[in-house]
T-cell receptor, first 110, second 114 residues
Framework: GEDVEQSLFLSVREGDSSVINCTYTDSSSTYLYWYKQEPGAGLQLLTYIFSNMDMKQDQRLTVLLNKKDKHLSLRIADTQTGDSAIYFCAESPNNNDMRFGAGTRLTVKP | DSGVTQTPKHLITATGQRVTLRCSPRSGDLSVYWYQQSLDQGLQFLIQYYNGEERAKGNILERFSAQQFPDLHSELNLSSLELGDSALYFC?????????????FGPGTRLTVL
């Protein structure tokens, strides 16, 4: 199986909060990332968190890290139709190699 | 438009062949990254170069190689191609080399191996 696991699909209504979850297996991961991929485009780094942090907030985005359970989540507040995309969780044990989850396809309904 | 260019956009070739994918980073960016995205393997980091030198290596096969030239453009060489190499290959660039430095992605090269 994959080292980084995510659910494949999430559907929310515009204005609601979205929570995308991710689990990783490498406890030595020092950096954890969230990327966004829109149709036909490359990846956009949304946010990242160091492993010694529990939470990071950046405007509408909140990242929560539970290092004990190796669980990472991305919360998008006031989700908009423009947030519809695939969201990838990624871990980097040593800031060199990167391992990605399969991606969660977020659909935002008006 | 991210400022990162990749050529060609599409490439169709046969098994056993060799191809070269090219990437020009954004002006001023020193670091170049290569990624492979396929249905089977998902998104995988392949390799990173910084100012002409290899900086990090991911899940890159021995049949694949890359380099970054003095003008900072990069090429990814794929040889002895197999059907499973069919994928979207992305290049990204960033100003410096840190993983948390914002990476700007190119539009990708879609490789089809028949």
């Amino acid at each position: 199986g994959e080292d980084v696991e995510q659910s494949l699909f999430l559907s929310v209504r515009e204005g609601d909060s979205s929570v995308i979850n991710c689990t990783y297996t490498d406890s030595s991961s020092t950096y954890l990332y969230w990327y966004k991929q829109e149709p036909g485009a490359g990846l956009q780094l949304l946010t990242y968190i160091f492993s010694n942090m529990d939470m990071k907030q950046d405007q509408r985005l909140t990242v929560l890290l539970n290092k004990k359970d190796k669980h990472l989540s991305l919360r998008i507040a006031d989700t908009q139709t423009g947030d519809s995309a695939i969201y990838f969780c990624a871990e980097s044990p040593n800031n060199n190699d990167m391992r990605f989850g399969a991606g969660t396809r977020l659909t935002v309904k008006p | 438009d991210s400022g990162v260019t990749q050529t060609p956009k599409h490439l169709i070739t046969a098994t056993g062949q060799r191809v070269t994918l090219r990437c020009s980073p954004r002006s001023g960016d020193l670091s170049v990254y290569w990624y492979q995205q396929s249905l089977d393997q998902g998104l995988q980091f392949l390799i990173q170069y910084y100012n002409g030198e290899e900086r990090a290596k991911g899940n890159i096969l021995e049949r694949f190689s890359a380099q970054q030239f003095p003008d900072l453009h990069s090429e990814l060489n794929l040889s002895s191609l197999e059907l499973g190499d069919s994928a979207l290959y992305f290049c990204a660039s960033s100003v410096i080399a840190g993983r948390t430095d914002t990476q700007y992605f190119g539009p990708g090269t879609r490789l089809t191996v028949l």
